[in-house]
């Protein structure tokens, strides 16, 4: 099956700063990417669609200046959230499809922990 | 607006047994509907997918099954072992080319 990793899988940052997460398709080219937010026992909420050179398309509630997302190339996305907060502790999961509709292939996730 | 349930929450059972688990979705609009597994502090794994026009698709011991017209899905699992514990999601690919999850059911098999 087609492989997405994601980069790093665990970091933890002060307060303040920013920190950013990669998305790769190792073994395809990815028309969209989607980036998840998981809280502890809690399901996955999208909160944004990105499609190779154009801007990301943000869910309700999330804010697009906090969350940046870059998407340069059909095989890399990446969030960069911004002045962390210790409530953006979360576990990020980015996914990609290439078939649309079809289904999305999921990262390994990005467990972010804000001092 | 698509809500996705799952029923239980969590469950437990003992090796061997058989289970069940529920999903529900309110818009039968849907293109497709996927259950995936979740080990702890781990992304997802993709184990069955149904395409809206059919009914059931199989794998192994798993068995899940697709009434679009009710707005539910089942997850059989046969034998339970101890290696089936994980949460297990349940998804529906909408017609705004969105994955909607449920809160997913916590399985523990007890050995």
């Known amino acids: 099956g087609a492989v997405v990793s994601q980069h790093p899988s665990r970091v933890i940052c002060k307060s303040g700063t920013s920190v950013k997460i990669e998305c790769r398709s190792l073994?395809?080219?990815?028309?969209?990417m989607f980036w998840y937010r998981q809280f502890p026992k809690q399901s996955l909420m999208l909160m944004a669609t990105?499609?190779?050179?154009?801007?990301?398309?943000?869910e309700q509630g999330v804010e697009k200046d906090k969350f940046l997302i870059n998407h340069a190339s059909l095989t890399l996305s990446t969030l960069t959230v911004t002045s962390a907060h210790p409530e953006d502790s979360s576990f990020y999961i980015c996914?990609?499809?290439?078939?649309?509709?079809?289904?999305?292939?999921f990262g390994p996730g990005t467990r972010l922990l804000v001092l | 607006k698509q809500e996705v349930t799952q029923i239980p929450a969590a469950l437990s059972v003992p090796e061997g047994e058989n289970l069940v688990l529920n999903c529900s979705f309110t818009d039968s609009a849907i293109y497709n509907l996927q259950w995936f597994r979740q080990d702890p502090g781990k992304g997802l794994t993709s184990l069955l997918l149904i395409q809206s026009s059919q009914r059931e698709q199989t794998s192994g011991r798993l068995n899940a099954s697709l009434d679009k017209s009710s707005g539910r899905s089942t997850l059989y699992i046969a034998a339970s072992q101890p290696g089936d514990s994980a949460t297990y999601l349940c998804a529906v690919y909408n017609q705004g080319g969105k994955l909607i999850f449920g809160q997913g059911t916590e399985l523990s098999v007890k050995p």
């Open positions: 996914s990609a499809d290439f078939v649309r509709r079809e289904t999305q292939y």
């Open positions: 073994d395809f080219q990815a028309t969209t």
């Open positions: 990105s499609n190779e050179g154009s801007k990301a398309t943000y």
